[in-house]
C-alpha cells in the first residue's frame, strides 16, 4: 500500500520560512504521479496550496504564489514544499497527496482539488505567529 509521509512542519514567526517533506514509498511509479500540497484549518475545506505535474508543470494558489515553491526529487520519491515570507493566514494543517496517473488529471484546474487526488498523508501542522 503507497504511503505518503509528511515531514518539516512547526512554528515560525511572520516572515520566517519552513520547508516540508513528503516521500512516497517505494514501489509507487513516482515519475508519472501528480503531487500535491494542500492546506486545512478547522472548519473550512481543504484546499490546493501548490501541484506538480510528471512533466515537472507546476501551479499555485493566488495566496501562495510568489512565496512557496513545490519541487520533486525523483531519485528520493520526495516532493517539497519551500514556503517563504510566512504569514498568519498560513497557519494550517498541510496534507502531500498524489494521484498515480498525472495524465488523467492534467486537464483539470489547478492546482487540483482534494477530490483529484487518491492518496494521502497524515498531515504536519504549520503554525505562523504575528
Not at 486545512?40 to 507546476?58: F, H, L
Not at 493566488?62 to 526529487?73: A, E, L, N, P, W
Not at 514544499?81 to 495524465?103: F, G, I, K, V
Amino acid at each position: 500500500q503507497v504511503q505518503l509521509v509528511e515531514s518539516g512542519g512547526g512554528s515560525v514567526q511572520s516572515g520566517g520560512s519552513l520547508r516540508l517533506s513528503c516521500v512516497v514509498s517505494e514501489g509507487y511509479t513516482f515519475s508519472s504521479a501528480c503531487m500535491g500540497w494542500l492546506r486545512q484549518t478547522p472548519g473550512k475545506e481543504r484546499e490546493g496550496v501548490a501541484a506538480i505535474e510528471s512533466d515537472g508543470t507546476t501551479s499555485y494558489s493566488d495566496s501562495v504564489k510568489g512565496r512557496f515553491t513545490i519541487s520533486q526529487d525523483n531519485a528520493k520519491n520526495t516532493v517539497y514544499l519551500q514556503m517563504n515570507s510566512l504569514e498568519p493566514e498560513d497557519t494550517a494543517m498541510y496534507y502531500c497527496a498524489a494521484h498515480p496517473r498525472c495524465t488523467l488529471i492534467s486537464g483539470r484546474p489547478s492546482p487540483f482539488e482534494p477530490h483529484d487526488y487518491r492518496t494521502w498523508g497524515q498531515g504536519t501542522q504549520v503554525t505562523v505567529s504575528s
